[in-house]
C-alpha cells in the first residue's frame, strides 16, 4: 500500500512539473547527507546538512522534516525542524589560470534536532525527503521531477547498544575543472570507532514529504550509459578508495552530474548502518586556452571569417600573417581581407580577464581565388520529357575543369563540359548527378537531382454510350497514376474539372468526349474517344382530344392520336383505363378532373409524351326514356329514369285510367312491368309517369308524361 501511495504521489508531481515547467522546484536540491550522535539516556542528535546552489531561487526546507521510523514501520516521531545554520562556499582556486564561470557558489543548510528513542530489537531509520534535482543535471533520467532522500539507520540493540553514524569531514566541492585531475576527500568521523569502508552508490529518490515515507527506498534511475560506479564521462574511470574515502577522476564533459558515496559502518564484523552522502557536481571550463578552427572553407576570395573557440579567456590578439603592419585585431571573431592569394600563418593570443594567464594558438590559412560555382536545383520533370541540358552558374575562372558523373541510368553517364547538353535517364525516379569543379588546386563537389515522374495514363468510360435525349450520361475516370490528378473534361465543347463528370445531351447527334488528365507535377495525358456518344432523334408526341370539357350525362371523350413518323402508341386515361390504339373513345363514369397522357416509342425506343386534362362536371338533369320492352333479353327490360346527382327521387306508375300499378324511392331499380311488383305483366299500352326528385342543391322538380310498354 506505501508503495502504490509513493507512485501515485511520483505521477502526480510528475504532471505538476509538466504544467508548470518554470516551476522552482524544478532546481533545487545538489546533495546532503543525515547522521546522527549518541548522547546518552536514550537520547540522539540528529544532523542533516543540504547543500543547494546559492543562485537558486528556491530557498532550504524552513523548517524541514524529519522523521523517525521503528524499523518494522511504525512511525516514532515527525519533528519539523528550523534551519540552524547556513553557509556559503565560493570558488578559491590557488593558480589564477584555472578561472570558473562567475558566481559559482555552494551554500550549505544545516538542522540540528534532539530525539529520546527507547532501545529497540528492531532499531530505527532517520529519513529526509525533498525534490526536486537540477533539470540541467546528466545523468538522472527526468532529474526535475527526481527527489532526494536523506537516511541513516541506529542499529537494533541486538547489534550494538549504542551507536553514533559516521560524519562526512568536508563540504560539498564548489566546482570541477574539465580536463582537469580532480580529488576530493569523502573520509568520515565516526566516534564509537567502527571499522568504516566507502562505496559509490546509487542514491535514493524521494518526495518532498511530511512525514517521509519509511523504508525501503526506490533507487533514482540512472540516465543511459550512466550508473553509481560510471556517474561521469572521466579519462580512466571514476576510482574511490574503499579505506580512505578519497575520490579521483579527470572529467572530460562539461555538465552537471549526481554522485553519491556510501559510507559503511561495521562493528564485530557486523553492518550495522549505512549513511551516503549525495552530490552534484558542476564540471566547468576554467583555464585559459587560446584556440582557432582548422581552415574548411578554400577558394572563398581574399576575405576570411576568423572563428574563435577559446575557452575561459577575455581579451584577443589576432595577428594575421599579413606582411603589413595593420593585420592584426582585438576581436573575438574578426574578418580580414588579405591584398593577394598565399600562404599565412595565423596567430591568437587569448588572455584571461585578469590578464595573468594567456595562451596562444597557431595555424595556417591558405588563401586562393574565389571558387563558388552553382548548379540548377533539384527538380521534378515528366518522362516524356527526358532530354535535359545542365547549366552551371556562381563564380569559377576560365580555367576551371569539370567532371559530371550522371550515374549508370544516364546516357551518356560522364561529360567534362561546363555545360553538357542531351542527358537522357532511361528510367522513373530520383536521379542524383553530381560535378566537381577545379581551379588553382581548389575543388568544389555540386550536386544535384531530377526526379522523372511517370506521365499519367488518361482513361474513362461510360456504362451507356447510345440514348435518347435527353441522354443522361455519368462518365467513369480510370486514369492512373501515383500522384494525386487534376482533370479538364471536353464535352459538346464544354469545359468540366471534375473527377466524374455527369452531363445530359438534348440533341440527336454523335459526339467526342475528350479528357486530360494532369498530374501534381504537370505532366499529363489525352485521351479523345471520337464519335462515343450516340443520341437517337426523338418523336414529337401530338395528341386531339375531343371535347376536354363536358358532364356526366355526356361522358363521351374521343382521343386521337396525331404523332408523325412510325411509332408505337399507348394512352393513358387516368381513370385507370389505357389503351394501345391511335383512336379512342372512352365514357366517363364519374365526374371529377382527369389527368390523360399519350406515350409514343419510335423504332429506336425514343419516347415523347404528351399530356392534358379531361373535366367531367355535375349538372341536374333528368333523363326519361319513352318507351321500354320487359322481355328478358337483358335489353332496355326496365323503365329507369336516370337523374344526375340527386338526394331523393319518387317513381310512380299509373294506367290511363288513373290507377297506380306502380311506386318506388328506388330509382336504380326502376319499373319491369308487372303490376304492383306481382307476377301479373301488364299489357302493351301507353302509360302515365310521374317522377318527384330533389336534387343536392336542394330543388325539387315534379316530371311528368307517357312511356310505351312494348314487347
Known amino acids: 500500500m506505501l508503495f502504490f501511495t509513493y507512485r501515485f504521489k511520483k505521477l502526480l508531481l510528475f504532471i505538476s512539473v509538466l504544467l508548470v515547467s518554470n516551476s522552482i522546484q524544478a532546481s533545487h536540491l545538489i546533495g546532503g547527507d543525515l547522521s546522527y550522535s549518541y548522547l546518552g539516556s536514550n537520547k540522539y542528535r540528529i544532523q542533516l546538512q543540504i547543500f543547494r546552489d546559492c543562485n537558486d531561487p528556491r530557498d532550504f526546507d524552513n523548517p524541514a522534516s524529519i522523521t523517525v521510523y521503528e524499523s518494522n ?19 578559491n582556486l590557488p593558480n589564477p589560470c584555472l578561472i570558473p ?19 529497540s530489537i528492531y532499531g530505527y531509520d532517520i529519513a529526509y525527503e525533498s525534490c526536486c534535482h537540477n533539470n540541467s543535471v ?70 518532498t514529504g511530511n512525514p517521509a515515507n519509511p523504508p525501503p527506498y526506490t533507487n533514482i534511475v540512472w540516465a543511459a550509459g550512466y550508473s553509481a560506479t560510471n556517474p561521469i564521462p572521466t579519462i580512466f574511470g571514476v576510482t574511490l578508495n574503499q579505506k580512505t574515502g578519497e575520490l579521483s577522476f579527470t572529467p572530460t564533459m562539461i555538465g552537471q552530474f549526481e554522485i553519491c558515496v556510501c559510507v559503511e559502518e561495521y562493528r564485530n564484523g557486523n553492518l550495522i548502518n549505512t549513511t551516503r552522502r549525495e552530490l552534484q557536481l558542476n564540471t566547468v571550463p576554467c583555464e585559459t586556452i ?8 578554400f577558394c572563398n576570395g581574399l576575405t576570411v571569417d576568423f572563428q574563435n573557440t577559446s575557452t575561459n579567456a577575455t581579451f584577443f590578439f589576432w595577428n594575421f600573417g599579413a606582411p603589413t603592419l595593420s593585420d592584426t585585431s582585438h576581436l573575438v571573431s574578426p574578418s580580414y581581407t588579405y591584398a593577394d592569394t598565399g600562404k599565412y600563418k595565423v596567430m591568437l593570443v587569448a588572455i584571461n580577464n585578469n590578464g595573468k ?64 547538353n542531351n542527358i537522357i535517364f532511361d528510367t522513373l525516379g530520383t536521379h542524383t548527378f553530381s560535378v566537381i569543379v577545379s581551379e588553382n588546386g581548389c575543388s568544389d563537389t555540386l550536386s544535384s ?76 495525358d489525352t485521351l479523345v474517344k471520337n464519335n462515343y456518344i450516340h443520341v437517337n432523334p426523338k418523336p414529337q408526341a401530338i395528341a386531339i382530344v375531343d371535347p376536354v370539357k363536358t358532364d356526366i350525362i355526356h361522358p363521351d371523350i374521343t382521343f386521337s392520336d396525331k404523332t408523325l413518323l412510325s411509332h408505337s402508341t399507348f394512352f393513358d386515361l387516368g381513370d385507370g383505363y389505357s389503351d394501345i390504339i391511335p383512336i ?49 333479353d337483358g335489353r332496355n327490360d326496365e323503365f329507369k329514369p336516370v337523374i344526375a346527382y340527386y338526394k331523393t327521387a319518387t317513381l310512380q306508375l299509373f294506367d290511363r285510367w288513373g290507377n297506380s300499378i306502380f311506386i318506388t324511392n328506388d330509382i336504380e331499380k326502376g319499373w319491369n312491368g308487372n303490376f304492383k311488383n306481382s307476377e301479373v305483366h301488364c299489357q302493351i299500352d301507353t302509360y302515365i309517369y310521374k317522377l318527384n326528385v330533389t336534387f343536392m342543391d336542394d330543388f325539387a322538380k315534379e316530371y311528368k308524361g307517357i312511356v310505351t310498354l312494348v314487347k
Not at 499519367?456 to 440514348?467: E, K, L, R
Request: glycine share 6%; hydrophobic share 30%.
Open 101 to 119: 564561470p562567475p558566481g559559482v557558489c555552494v551554500e550549505t543548510g544545516i538542522y540540528i534536532d534532539t530525539v529520546l528513542l527507547p532501545n
Open 449 to 524: 537531382s531530377v526526379k522523372l515522374i511517370q506521365n499519367p495514363i488518361a482513361s474513362f468510360y461510360s456504362a451507356d454510350t447510345v440514348g435518347c435525349p435527353a441522354f443522361f450520361v455519368s462518365f467513369v475516370n480510370t486514369s492512373t497514376l501515383q500522384t494525386p490528378l487534376k482533370y479538364n473534361w471536353s464535352i459538346e465543347n464544354k469545359n468540366d474539372t471534375t473527377t466524374n463528370p455527369d452531363h445530359t445531351f438534348f440533341n440527336q447527334g454523335t459526339y467526342s468526349v475528350r479528357l486530360v488528365a494532369i498530374g501534381a507535377n504537370g505532366c499529363s
Open 138 to 207: 546528466l545523468n538522472i533520467k527526468y532529474p526535475n521531477v527526481t527527489g532526494m532522500t536523506m537516511t541513516s539507520h541506529i542499529p537494533s540493540t541486538n547489534l550494538a547498544t549504542y551507536n553514533s553514524s559516521a560524519q562526512f569531514i568536508l563540504s560539498a566541492p564548489v566546482f570541477i575543472c574539465v580536463s582537469s585531475p580532480f580529488t576530493y576527500d569523502f573520509s568520515a568521523t565516526d566516534n564509537d570507532g567502527d571499522s568504516l569502508v566507502y562505496n559509490l552508490c546509487t542514491p535514493f529518490d524521494g518526495l
Open 584 to 632: 379512342v373513345k372512352h365514357t366517363y363514369v364519374e365526374t371529377g378532373k382527369y389527368n390523360w397522357f399519350l406515350i409514343v416509342t419510335n423504332n429506336f425506343g425514343c419516347k415523347d409524351t404528351t399530356n392534358g386534362t379531361i373535366v367531367i362536371t355535375e349538372t341536374n338533369q333528368v333523363y326519361i326514356p319513352n318507351s321500354f320492352t320487359p322481355n328478358n
Open 73 to 91: 514501520g511504525k512511525l516514532i516521531v515527525n519533528r519539523l525542524v528550523r534551519l540552524s545554520s547556513r553557509n556559503k562556499t565560493g570558488a
Open 290 to 297: 587560446s584556440s582557432i578552427p582548422s581552415q574548411t572553407i
Open 357 to 420: 594567464c594567456r595562451d596562444t594558438a597557431y595555424t595556417t590559412f591558405q588563401i586562393y581565388p574565389k571558387l563558388a560555382p552553382t548548379i540548377p536545383a533539384s527538380y521534378t520533370q515528366c518522362f516524356n520529357k527526358n532530354n535535359f541540358s545542365f547549366q552551371l552558374s556562381g563564380v569559377y575562372s576560365p580555367s576551371a575543369t569539370f567532371n559530371w558523373n550522371f550515374g549508370n541510368h544516364s546516357a551518356p553517364n560522364h561529360s567534362t563540359l561546363s555545360h553538357p
